[in-house]
């Protein structure tokens, strides 16, 4: 066998086959039961004419049926595309449409706006339904639909696929922080290599898959994590299948509710929660100050984030709430996988010192000298991606060849000590994270542009306590339209944004600041919507 995902889930299942790897809701499923029935909608994938290295979009939130549909994906050899599912109907149809996805995954809560943006999704001919659904509204001609429980049972829950290689793709579509989302394109092995921790998260890579089932059924006691974040979003899917390769439950999240989240700490006996930096970790924080007494959390140890780091402040509220607890602010990137853990100094500083793979390169991609003090890019080598899918110039710029060693070039900037150790300065563009969810100004400043009042608008990231940023605009209006309402102009972009890319402050001013040249003066609209 190689290093291959679904050939390591398999080996894995059989050495283990009784024990529960993941848990969402009320439903519980052991190894050998989740292979059963992603055997059954992988061989419905086949038989709908679904061809290796073709793309499969799943459309839904967390529930046991996205990992089954997962690992369906990678059972035949398919291509599973994370779809976004607060995303409207622009950004479906081009998510769809990009990927060039041929068949989808969808929650019957989706139904509806998939439905809309598959009448310009030429590509996809046959769709999958979870849950109770009255099928597709007529004017689908050419699209086959099934139901996803009426498709398995008509399937055997046999194995009998054809061999996998360790080249084979696994694609991650970003949350779009430059411009729309793109398709991050990896082989199966650099994949379990740099985002799924080489299959033992905290110690040395396993190089096989003997040593993955060792590891695995070695792991007797194994902590209980829960993951929060959807599984639409690439660290939750490292979280997930690094854990099924180690023997060590995941509890989901369908959605996120503090309070029941200290209820399954106590009830399914949680070490570990995996959050999006204050977003997720503040109302946490504020359900154990209210209700902790409730509730037995001394099994909690653990709280780690990954797409958006603690504030500080948070981090000490934490520790003197629950004892003991250690906390992690992960670094990684759909581009990267996991890069290591970000160190604090007293300072504020932010360091990575983790990950030997990590270097500085100038703007010619060249690395730079440990000790200067010259600010790069911060980028990784060895197993990285092969490229952007269906985009040949971003790939140029982000997965470069230099001297013969493939790189991954992020858009974070720092300086490197003498000693290897990377301090991180910050993005190196105006991309805001707001709780994990990365969003690019000029997405949003389009759809603000097409309100008939908004004659110009910047949009930047104003602090947040709850979610770190927010996204915040300055608009210049029209004079004939002097008096109208800002939120009016917030609402206005639900029907062209997803939700958390809404505005949450609109800033009127007379004229919006810009160079002579036309280019927008980005620090200006962000010290206007820090100070409104």
């Not at 829950?157 to 360790?166: I, K, N, Q, V």
């Amino acid at each position: 066998m190689t290093l291959n995902i679904a050939d390591l889930y398999e080996a894995v299942a059989d050495a283990i086959p009784e024990r529960v790897p993941v848990v969402c809701g009320d439903e519980r499923r052991s190894y050998v039961e989740l292979d059963r029935r992603a055997n059954r909608l992988a061989h419905h994938l086949e038989s709908v004419g679904v061809q290796p290295g073709q793309h499969v979009a799943i459309h839904s939130r967390n529930r046991m049926e996205y990992v089954e549909a997962l690992l369906a994906c990678l059972k035949v050899r398919a291509v599973a595309i994370n779809v976004n599912f607060r995303y409207t109907d622009a950004e479906l149809i081009y998510l769809y449409t990009n990927s060039e996805s041929v068949v989808l995954i969808v929650e019957n809560e989706y139904l509806e706006p998939a439905g809309a943006a598959l009448l310009q999704s030429p590509n996809i001919g046959h769709v999958v339904v979870i849950g109770e659904h009255d099928g597709m509204p007529a004017g689908y001609d050419g699209v086959t639909v099934a139901d996803y429980e009426l498709a398995l049972a008509a399937q055997p829950d046999t194995r009998g696929f054809g061999p996998r290689s360790a080249d084979d793709h696994f694609v991650i579509y970003t949350g779009g922080t430059t411009g729309m989302p793109k398709g991050v394109v990896w082989r199966h092995e650099d994949f379990y290599y740099a985002a799924l921790s080489g299959g033992n998260i905290g110690g040395p890579a396993r190089h096989s898959v003997e040593e993955v089932v060792d590891g695995a059924v070695a792991n007797t006691d194994p902590q209980v994590y829960l993951l929060i974040p959807p599984l639409m979003h690439g660290a939750a899917i490292y979280s997930l299948l690094t854990a099924f390769f180690m023997g060590a439950p995941r509890v989901l999240t369908r959605t996120f509710d503090p309070v029941d989240a200290l209820r399954l700490i106590e009830t399914e006996k949680i070490a570990g929660i995996t959050v999006v930096g204050d977003a997720i970790a503040r109302p946490i924080a504020e359900a154990i100050r209210e209700h902790g007494d409730r509730y037995d959390l001394s099994s909690l140890k653990v709280m780690g984030s990954g797409g958006a780091l603690f504030s500080p402040k948070l981090k000490d509220e934490l520790r003197a709430m629950v004892p003991g607890l250690t906390i992690k602010d992960a670094f990684g990137a759909s581009e990267t996988g996991n890069d290591g853990i970000v160190e604090f100094g007293e300072d504020g500083s932010k360091r990575i010192r983790s990950n030997p793979n990590m270097l500085l390169v100038d703007e010619t991609f060249r690395p730079i000298a440990p000790g200067s003090d010259e600010v790069g890019y911060l980028a990784r080598r060895g197993n990285v991606p092969l490229a952007y899918y269906n985009d040949e110039a971003k790939s140029a710029a982000t997965f470069p060849v230099v001297d013969g060693v493939r790189m991954s070039i992020l858009g974070d900037m720092g300086t490197i000590e003498e000693d290897g150790t990377i301090l991180l300065l910050g993005r190196g563009s105006m991309c805001i994270n707001t709780g994990g969810e990365k969003v690019y100004p000029e997405e949003v400043e389009q759809a603000i542009k097409t309100h008939p009042a908004v004659l110009d608008a910047l949009v930047a990231g104003a602090p947040d306590v709850r979610f770190g940023e927010k996204v915040a605009a300055v608009v210049q209006l029209r004079p004939e339209f002097a008096d109208t309402a800002t939120d009016d102009i917030a609402e206005h972009c639900r029907t062209h944004v997803a939700g958390y890319k809404i505005p949450r402050s609109v800033v009127v001013v007379d004229s919006i600041r810009r160079s002579p040249s036309g280019k927008a003066d980005y620090r200006w609209a962000k010290e206007v919507v820090s100070a409104g």
